[in-house]
């Protein structure tokens, strides 16, 4: 009796040995894959990546074509007085009746002057005056900055032949007018004049004349 008891207690304990390895043997030994299963839903897309590096600076344009030309500009300022003095003349050998008033313009000079300054005016003239006894002549002569202008001024010249003298066709005798003029820069004209206040006749009259400008800067 104990010998069968023995062999069934041996077979119990081999069959409770085969259950266990039975149970634990699918997770000793994978079995065969499955088959695959159907693709899933796809997923939100990702956030935008950063801004690439900033790439090599390009090659040179050609050339452009050439523009219209531009307005003419201002003009510049009067330039530094020169190191020296200016000069002019005139002369003439022209006869001039001398009349009465208003005026006989003799002659006119004009200089430019690059700056602040005095200008001086001289002038002088020949003349020939026809006397009468009995007539008394006079005559002047000036500088004015008109040829209109007849007037007596400082640095004017007056002469005169008393009516008591002998008559004389041809009298000759000269004259001479000096006179200045604190100017400006740019372009001055001045006139040298003469008439007859006394004595007027056909024969006074004016054989030659020159005037001489010179400028002083300041
Ligand atoms: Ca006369």
Redesign the pocket.
């Known amino acids: 009796m104990e010998s069968k008891t023995g062999i069934w207690q041996v077979i119990a304990i081999v069959s409770l040995i085969i259950a266990v390895i039975a149970l634990i043997m699918p997770f000793v030994i994978p079995g065969q894959e499955g088959p695959e299963g159907p693709q899933g839903v796809q997923g939100d897309d990702g956030q935008d990546g950063n801004d690439g590096d900033t790439g090599p600076q390009g090659a040179t344009g050609a050339q452009g074509a050439t523009g219209a030309q531009g307005p003419q500009g201002l003009q510049g300022p009067v330039g530094p007085a020169g190191p020296g003095t200016l000069m002019a003349y005139i002369n003439t050998g022209v006869d001039v009746l001398l009349s009465s008033l208003p005026c006989n313009n003799l002659l006119s000079i004009t200089i430019d002057v690059p700056s602040a300054g005095t200008i001086v005016i001289t002038a002088n003239a020949r003349l020939l005056?026809?006397?009468t006894f009995g007539t008394e002549?006079r005559w002047g002569l000036t500088v004015a900055e008109d040829a209109g202008t007849c007037s007596f001024q400082s640095g004017d010249w007056m002469d005169e032949i008393p009516d008591q003298y002998p008559t004389e066709v041809q009298t000759q005798t000269s004259g001479h007018v000096q006179r200045a003029y604190v100017v400006g820069a740019g372009s001055h004209t001045y006139y040298l004049n003469g008439w007859?206040y006394a004595?007027?006749?056909v024969?006074?009259m004016v054989m030659s004349s020159h005037v001489v400008a010179v400028f002083y800067p300041s």
């Open positions: 005056i026809e006397h002549d007859m004595g007027m006749s024969g006074d």
